[in-house]
């Protein structure tokens, strides 16, 4: 059990969920300003999503790119938990790939610029690349096996395939309005099906 610090400090392990709880409130509220405003969106804007002061923004990251790179990470791992539990309370295997598909598409988009904000840092790209293949491959494989084993979808899928493909309907989703890369990914779910 933890013991206070001087009078009036809290206990060192608060201060440490305080402050995990504060990166993650951070972490969140930067994915939504990135959907809505790009990576290049202000930290001011950042902070107010997230009710904090720029100088906690600051103390947890340093550098845009240390923001950015913290987004993408967090997001990969709230994509990779979300597929065994949409799995488990899902209607079927199918709904619970449609659903983990969606949420990879809102990945994909915040995704968006994630490049030009890491450009002096390549090595830093390509290790992300990495964890997010090492992350996500499993368990789009897990959804597409468990909708085959159910007889949703025809065998034979390759979750590489799939989500290059779903990553490749995204592109020019920002520069084109009139462009819903939804609904070509759920012709593309649709064609996977069974007759």
């Not at 240390?66 to 065994?84: F, K, M, N, S, W």
């Not at 988009?109 to 992350?135: E, I, P």
Request: net charge negative; proline share 7%.
């Amino acid at each position: 059990m933890p013991t206070d610090g001087p009078v009036g400090e809290p206990p060192a392990r608060s201060k440490r969920a305080d402050a995990q709880r504060n990166r993650q409130t951070v972490l969140t509220a930067a994915a939504e300003v990135f959907v809505t405003s790009g990576v290049d969106a202000p930290i001011r804007q950042i902070a107010a999503g997230a009710g904090v002061g720029m100088a906690t923004i600051y103390r947890h990251f340093p550098t845009r790119a240390d923001l950015v790179t913290a987004v993408y990470r967090h997001q990969i791992e709230a994509c990779a938990e979300a597929g065994p539990n949409l799995l488990a309370g899902a209607d079927s295997p199918l709904d619970a790939l449609r659903q983990w598909i969606d949420l990879f598409v809102d990945f994909l988009v915040t995704k968006h610029g994630l490049a030009d904000a890491l450009q002096s840092d390549s090595d830093r790209f390509a290790a992300l690349h990495t964890y997010f293949l090492d992350r996500l491959l499993p368990v789009c494989a897990h959804l597409l096996d468990a909708a085959v084993d159910a007889g949703d979808i025809r065998p034979g899928t390759q979750p590489y395939e799939l989500m290059r493909g779903i990553g490749n309907l995204c592109v020019g989703r920002d520069s084109d309005p009139r462009y819903d890369p939804r609904r070509l990914i759920e012709l593309l779910l649709r064609g996977l099906q069974r007759p």
